[in-house]
Every structure is written in C-alpha cells, then in structure tokens.
C-alpha cells in the first residue's frame, strides 16, 4: 500500500480528532485558562508517552542525543508559539476571525518550504492552497466585514508558528526515532506553557481540585491529553516523513470543517450556505494536488490523475 496514501488518512483522522475536540475545549476553559488548560493537557501527555517509552522501548534511549534535544526543542518551541500567539490574540479579535488567520499556514508552508528546505511546490498544490484559503474565509468569517487589529497581528504570528511547526517536523522526524523525538517536543510545550500559564494567568488552578475535579475538565483533559496530544502528535511525526509538508498543511486545514460538523451533530449549530460553500473550498483544496495541471497562455487547461509522489 502507498505509503504517503497512508500517511495522508492518518494525517486526516489526526485533523478529525482536533476539530471534534473543539467543543469540549471551549466548554473546558471556561473553568480553566487556555495555558493552564494546555499546561495539564501537554504534562499528561507527556507522561502517559514516557512512561510507554520506559515500559514498552526503553531501548531507544541509547539514541539519546543533545542533537535530539534540540530538534525536538525547536519542534516544541513553534508548537508552543502557535498557541501562545492564537491565544493572546483570542483577547483581541473575533474567533472567526482567528480561525481564517490559523488557516493561512496553508499558503506559508509552501512558501517556507521552499525558503528553508529548497522544496519548490508545484502549481496545483499552490493552486489548491488559494482554493482552501478562500474556502477558510467563507467558513470562517461568513460575509463579515474585514478590519485589522492588534489581535490579527498575534493570530498572524500564530499562523507562521504553525506553519514552521509542520516544517521543522518534517526535517527532523525522519531523522530521530519518533517516540523520543516527540516525548521531548511535548514536554518543552508543557514546560512552556507552565511557564507562561504563571505570567499571564492565575497557574496555581492548574492544581486546584475543585476546577480539575469539573466535569468539562477532566473530560476534555482526558480526551484531549490521550488522544489530541499524545497520539496525534505521535502520528504526525510518525507519518510526516512519508508526504510533504504542504499536503500535511491542506489535510490540516479540514480542521475547521471537522469542527462544523460535529459541532452540528453535538451542540445542534447550523452551517449558513457560506459555511457550506467554505467546506467544499477547503474539500477541493485539499484533493485537488492529487491531480496534475499543465497550464500554458493561449493554451488550453489539461489534467490527468497521478500521484504525488
């Protein structure tokens, strides 16, 4: 079986868990502030993949080394960066708002692909990009005016922190074992977010039983620690090195159509007919490097299946 077929739907059930966790993460920060909230949720992540690592592969630990360290340090650090950004943003600007700014790592992956790994994108994965772009704004901001604040410059930040996450996972995860490789990236959000939880939010909730003992809490943490952190960071550096890092961008970008829908199936929220035409944009964008274009001027458009790789 094609190895970057696989990847791609293992990348794509990585999107789904985010985008259905969506819910249970904006009723669990109610209780508890966004990076404290990621704080307990990357801590236990963390652990529950180093006490795996000790049990199950304690052997990897001779691959120990300070360059390990480092790139799953750097890995770590943009993830940090990308919620930090999106988060300080959130205080600012609409949450529709900063879910199309988020999404415009679909464009700079390409861009920074090219600038950092020499890896020219071709025309139809730039094409697809623009086409998800533009199906992100209609899901998103659903006709609404557009106006820059101090709020869109953190997002924006969000966005290339994002973006590089993906890259740099792509140039290190096929050079370190995978389970060591992301037990440190988890750990350096924890810390970070731990960190920063301090500075800028009240960290002693982290451990106050009253607010972990809440039923959105401990639910979303459970859910989201297990599943949207552990596993799904733990796929994502598994499986990145089988595709590339503009396709990973495109099959995140259905992130946001994942969370319509089961926002629509759990919470009883409608799409409106911009919503619909934004899912089928960012649909469209994603399957639409699967196909090959030659474009010429004065000449017609041509197209044939191939894969992408």
Same mark, same amino acid.
């Given at each position: 079986?094609?190895?970057?077929?696989?990847?791609?739907?293992?990348?794509?059930?990585?999107?789904?868990?985010?985008? !259905?966790?969506?819910?249970?993460?904006?009723?669990?920060?109610?209780?508890? =502030?966004?990076?404290?909230?990621?704080?307990?949720?990357?801590?236990?992540?963390?652990?529950? @993949? *180093?006490? %795996?690592?000790?049990?199950?592969?304690?052997?990897? @630990? /001779?691959?120990?080394?300070?360059?390990?360290?480092?790139?799953?340090?750097?890995?770590?650090?943009?993830?940090?960066?990308?919620?930090?950004?999106?988060?300080? +943003?959130? @205080? #600012?600007?609409?949450?529709?708002? /900063?879910?199309?700014?988020?999404? *415009?790592?679909?464009?700079?992956?390409?861009?920074?692909?090219? &600038?950092?790994?020499?890896?020219?994108?071709?025309?139809?994965?730039?094409?697809?990009?623009?086409?998800?772009? !533009?199906?992100?704004?209609? *899901?998103?901001?659903? +006709?609404? =005016?557009?106006?820059?604040?101090?709020?869109?410059?953190?997002?924006?930040?969000?966005?290339?922190?994002?973006?590089?996450?993906?890259?740099?996972?792509?140039?290190?995860?096929?050079?370190?074992?995978?389970?060591?490789?992301?037990?440190?990236?988890?750990?350096?959000?924890?810390?970070?977010?731990?960190?920063?939880?301090?500075?800028?939010?009240?960290?002693?909730?982290?451990?106050?039983?009253?607010?972990?003992?809440?039923?959105?809490? %401990?639910?979303?943490?459970?859910?989201?620690?297990?599943?949207? /952190?552990?596993?799904?960071?733990?796929?994502?550096?598994?499986?990145?090195? #089988?595709?590339?890092?503009?396709?990973?961008?495109?099959?995140?970008?259905?992130?946001?159509?994942?969370?319509?829908? /089961?926002?629509?199936?759990?919470?009883? =929220?409608? *799409?409106?007919?911009?919503?619909?035409?934004?899912?089928?944009?960012?649909?469209?964008?994603?399957?639409?490097?699967?196909?090959?274009?030659? @474009?010429?001027? +004065?000449?017609? &458009?041509?197209?044939?299946?191939?894969?992408?790789?």
């Amino acid at each position: 079986m094609n190895k970057q077929w696989i990847a791609d739907v293992s990348l794509l059930a990585v999107t789904f868990v985010w985008g !259905a966790t969506f819910v249970v993460v904006q009723n669990a920060i109610s209780f508890l =502030e966004p990076l404290s909230f990621n704080a307990v949720r990357f801590w236990l992540a963390g652990l529950f @993949l *180093l006490l %795996w690592l000790l049990l199950c592969y304690r052997s990897l @630990l /001779t691959q120990w080394s300070s360059s390990l360290l480092r790139a799953g340090g750097w890995m770590g650090l943009w993830l940090f960066s990308g919620y930090a950004f999106q988060t300080i +943003g959130l @205080l #600012y600007t609409t949450s529709s708002k /900063t879910a199309f700014i988020t999404g *415009l790592s679909v464009v700079l992956v390409p861009l920074f692909s090219f &600038l950092f790994l020499k890896q020219k994108p071709t025309a139809n994965a730039v094409f697809g990009a623009l086409i998800a772009t !533009a199906g992100l704004y209609f *899901l998103t901001m659903n +006709g609404g =005016e557009w106006s820059m604040n101090r709020g869109d410059v953190f997002v924006f930040f969000c966005a290339i922190s994002f973006a590089m996450h993906i890259i740099v996972t792509g140039k290190y995860s096929s050079r370190y074992p995978t389970l060591l490789l992301t037990v440190i990236q988890i750990f350096t959000v924890a810390i970070m977010c731990s960190v920063f939880a301090f500075l800028f939010e009240d960290g002693t909730q982290m451990w106050n039983v009253a607010v972990l003992r809440q039923q959105e809490v %401990w639910t979303a943490l459970m859910i989201t620690s297990l599943l949207a /952190t552990a596993l799904a960071f733990l796929i994502q550096t598994k499986f990145q090195k #089988y595709t590339t890092a503009a396709r990973v961008a495109l099959i995140f970008a259905m992130e946001p159509v994942f969370a319509a829908i /089961t926002a629509y199936i759990w919470a009883g =929220e409608r *799409l409106s007919p911009a919503g619909i035409i934004g899912c089928i944009g960012i649909l469209s964008g994603m399957i639409l490097p699967e196909f090959r274009f030659s @474009l010429s001027f +004065g000449k017609r &458009l041509s197209t044939k299946r191939h894969l992408t790789r």
